[in-house]
């Protein structure tokens, strides 16, 4: 069975057989339904539900943008966008014999920085842990950031990343998604205004089935009128 995306509300059948569950999906002997307000998809990996709301929940290896917000002499407390705050060790960022009598914790990173990171470690009985191990993850120089809810960030990336390609090559952008809803936009100012105002109508019409072209329609009037 297959079947094209379509608009689903807690508990209502998606589809009948043997398929892997992937997200807001449970299954009842053979039959599979939402968990949450979304739109249901079947690929070959399985069924999921993208949901349309709610709020940040962190998960292991999930990349996100973040704001220091304060620290101690060994960790710095990061805003996440969510209802937990997350920590980033001093060990993780200077190594197995940081020492906070040698090492600056504020040099490194001030409060108000803003910093790329992976959710190394969280399971509901701790506060996330933060890594800035791995390609490109560390502190964000420049750049201008916007939030979406964090429910919305698949239908911006879009299949294959395809959503966001299309952002990309038509405002000369970068874009950096963190998965908790924050997106880092660098390039010039007014690829970044545009790119913003396709984000937010990607945000405020994910519901629709023909969103990703109606973004391609919105970013060829838009070039059109500018040049």
Known sequence: MAF?????????????????????????????????????????????????????IPRVNDLVIGKIVDHSAFSWEVDINSCFFAYLLAQNVFGRDFSPDRESLLKKFPIGSL???????????RDPLLSISGPNLGHIPKGEIIK????????????????IKT????????????QNG????????????????????VESKAHMASLTKNIQNFLSESKGVKD
Do not use: H, W
Request: hydrophobic letters at 40%; one cysteine or more; a positive charge.
């Open 4 to 56: 094209k995306r379509r608009y689903v509300t807690p508990g209502e059948f998606i589809a009948e057989g043997d398929y892997k569950t992937i997200n807001n999906v449970i299954r009842v002997g053979d039959k599979y339904y939402s968990t949450k307000i979304g739109l249901a998809e079947m690929s070959q990996g399985g069924i999921r539900v993208i949901p349309l709301s709610g709020p940040y």
């Open 115 to 125: 910093i790329y990171a992976k959710v190394l470690a969280y399971d509901r009985t």
């Open 148 to 163: 979406i809810n964090s429910a919305k960030i698949p239908r911006l990336i879009g299949k294959k990343g395809f959503m």
């Open 167 to 178: 952002v990309e090559s038509a405002t000369n952008c970068k874009l950096i998604i963190g």
């Open 182 to 201: 924050i997106i880092l936009i660098t390039g010039p100012p007014d690829g970044i205004l545009l790119a913003t105002q396709a984000i937010k109508m």
